[in-house]
């Protein structure tokens, strides 16, 4: 049982400047969560030497991870600082990291657009917009819409892309990442987003594409809404396949 | 490199390919060769010259081992070149597994050429290959080349067998998580299956000789000598 929370957090106060520890520590209160702690030592910015010292800078907006704005490495491991509890942390120092996939901004903030770069890559969205009325969408079967749903929830926090030993935002051209490769498969999964299905399964051929994934599947086991991303780059898997292959004997 | 996206994608699953069909195939057969050392140096090097005897050996060893082989393992290179391994971290038993892919593809990456010189090629280096039986049995008498070839066994088995997973996710046939995990527990059997039957095969060169549930030949030697010239059964092959 912890009396008190000591935090070791990296700190860096500008990209390429020297990345240094801090120790912090807290008086324990029972369920705080990690944001609740950097919200403390903000409060009150004194490490656990005594020194007087910059606050900690940070992401956060939903505090009940929907947003996916507070990703960082806890003990190593990415996760969501809102929704994770001291509690559940084995007893002794919490360390805190940026996730380390992606450039960085400031101590805890690092920049993600290399994940938005990838939901670009894989058309990442769905037209519904045009000059003229659309109309409903089609209907949809029960079991796709929950296997959908799965996929929705999504927020781009860019914890799977932190786990994947294969992704890095310093060379993303490598690879795409998983969390693109599950919104793809989502928006493959949608009736409309199915008439872009050519343009959607040709991104994801290229370089850094789908091939790219070592089947490590740190994604599916990080990722704090259970997504099944590995479900998902296996069909997905299927689905280039079969184009590959339909090109390769069908012209 | 300036690749097409076609491609790239073409490369990349040629890479998943080779390493079934035919490097996986070839090494199958080159168990089932090896067990036949089991049945002591004739039935062994009566298989050896039987494979010496094929048609069109020489356009097989270069189009159905070496360069599936030699491409399989280039694009195998940059594959673990890209990876960035965090198993600390993370030490889940499939991100385990992904490392030890690559391990041990780099492990082979060593081994491979070194087996392939020492014996295939051993003339080369004033060896003789007349009597494979003879040349594999004096080199697995040095404890340390020995270790060394149940490294290599262990490491081409799992390479083999964890790669078959990889290979049927690739080629979208484990769509499910729990499709990939059933199978996944398939792919490590045939792994150890590979594995033990690999080192049973090297067993069958030293003085002890390996596990034999099958008797391969009544005519061979038995019990403390199998390895000790049997006459052949059909009089050619024998050990020359």
């Not at chain 1, 656990?48 to 939903?62: D, F, K, Q």
């Not at chain 1, 670009?120 to 969408?137: Q, S």
């Not at chain 2, 050896?48 to 290179?77: K, Q, T, W």
């Not at chain 2, 083999?160 to 792919?187: C, D, M, P, V």
Request: hydrophobic letters at 45%.
């Amino acid at each position: 049982m912890r009396r008190e929370i000591v935090l070791k957090i990296q700190r860096q106060e500008r990209p390429g400047a020297p990345a240094a520890w801090q120790e912090f520590r807290l008086p324990y209160r029972p369920r705080l969560n990690l944001i609740a702690c950097l919200q403390e030592i903000a409060r009150r910015p004194v490490d656990a030497a005594g020194r007087a010292v910059t606050p900690i800078a940070y992401e956060s907006a939903c505090l009940e991870e929907v947003c996916g704005s507070c990703s960082m490495r806890v003990n190593g491991v990415p996760m969501q600082a809102c929704s994770t509890l001291v509690d559940n942390l084995p007893d002794g120092t919490i360390t805190l990291e940026p996730l380390s996939k992606f450039p960085l901004v400031r101590d805890l903030i690092v920049d993600r657009t290399p994940m938005f770069e990838g939901l670009k890559r894989v058309r990442g969205w769905i037209p519904i917009e045009g000059t003229y009325d659309l109309g409903p969408a089609p209907r949809r079967a029960p079991a796709e819409q929950g296997e959908a749903y799965d996929y929705s929830r999504c927020m781009t926090c860019g914890c799977c892309m932190e786990a994947c030993p294969n992704f890095s935002g310093h060379a993303p051209e490598r690879f795409v990442g998983p969390a693109p490769l599950g919104q793809a498969y989502y928006f493959l999964l949608n009736p409309t987003g199915r008439m872009e299905e050519g343009e959607r399964l040709e991104a994801l051929m290229g370089r850094g594409g789908i091939t790219a994934c070592g089947n490590a599947q740190n994604c599916a086991a990080v990722c704090p809404k259970e997504i099944p991303l590995t479900d998902a780059i296996a069909r997905l898997n299927r689905q280039v396949n079969r184009r590959w292959l339909a090109r390769l004997f069908g012209g | 490199m300036a690749l097409t996206d076609q491609q790239y994608f073409t490369l990349r699953r040629l890479q998943s390919l080779t390493g079934v069909l035919p490097v996986g195939v070839f090494l199958l057969e080159h168990w089932l060769t090896n067990a036949f050392a089991l049945g002591g140096a004739a039935a062994y090097n009566e298989k050896v010259d039987f494979l010496r005897s094929l048609p069109y050996l020489f356009l097989l060893e270069i189009f159905g081992i070496f360069v599936p082989i030699a491409f399989h393992a280039a694009l195998g290179c940059w594959i673990v070149w890209e990876a960035k391994f965090n198993n600390r971290a993370l030490p889940l038993r499939q991100n385990a597994l992904f490392t030890l892919q690559r391990v041990t593809g780099v492990l082979l990456l060593f081994f491979i050429p070194y087996h392939v010189l020492t014996t295939r090629f051993a003339e080369w280096f004033g060896g003789s290959t007349h009597d494979l039986f003879a040349l594999m049995q004096d080199k697995l008498q040095n404890p340390l080349t020995f270790a060394l070839y149940v490294a290599g066994v262990l490491a081409a088995s799992f390479h083999f067998g964890n790669g078959l997973w990889g290979f049927a996710i690739h080629w979208g046939l484990l769509t499910s998580k729990a499709a990939q995990r059933r199978w996944s527990l398939a792919a490590l059997l045939i792994a150890l299956a590979f594995g033990l039957t690999g080192i049973n095969s090297l067993l069958a060169f030293g003085p002890l000789g390996g596990l034999s549930p099958l008797r391969l030949q009544p005519a061979a030697a038995t019990g403390g000598a199998p390895h000790a010239a049997a006459p052949a059964p059909s009089g050619q092959g024998a050990t020359r």
